[in-house]
């Protein structure tokens, strides 16, 4: 199961379970006990999230770009002719298989009730909606 959550609501242990903070920055003064995991490579870009923060693009764009940075093809990919890391295709099967056996709670900066946020993207992504 996946769920979706601000790293800044209550932390339920019963519910929870793994606490993923999705962002480039971990936020000063976030205490580390209010996540699991720390996996900045699943944030989107500081770019693509000024941007959309400013209202420079739509969110309709914003989703279309941030899907694209998760699965772009990085530099090492030029250097490596054999296995290729396709983006964060890995961790995103490692989080559907770990979704499958237990709950995973994706986490970000944004409010509780902020509905363009790219956790729910994420979450899509995982879940195979995307």
């Known amino acids: ?18 606490r993923i903070l ?6 000063r003064g976030l205490p580390a006990d209010r996540y699991d995991v720390w996996m900045a490579n699943l944030g989107p870009s500081e770019k ?17 770009s941030y899907r694209d ?11 490596n002719r054999t296995i290729k890391n396709h983006g964060q295709k890995f961790t995103l099967r490692l989080l559907q298989h770990l979704a499958r056996s237990q709950t995973i709670t994706l986490l970000c900066h944004c409010a509780e009730d902020q509905r363009h946020c ?6 899509e992504i995982v879940s195979g909606k995307i």
Request: charged share 35%; aromatic share 6%.
């Open 1 to 18: 199961m996946i769920r979706t959550k601000s790293v800044h609501s209550p932390v339920e242990p019963r519910t929870d379970g793994l």
């Open 118 to 123: 790219h956790r729910h993207v994420l979450k």
């Open 48 to 64: 693509l999230l000024r941007e959309m923060q400013a209202g420079k693009i739509s969110w309709a764009h914003f989703r279309r």
């Open 69 to 79: 940075e998760l699965f772009e093809d990085g530099s090492v990919d030029d250097r």
């Open 22 to 27: 999705a962002a480039r920055l971990r936020g």
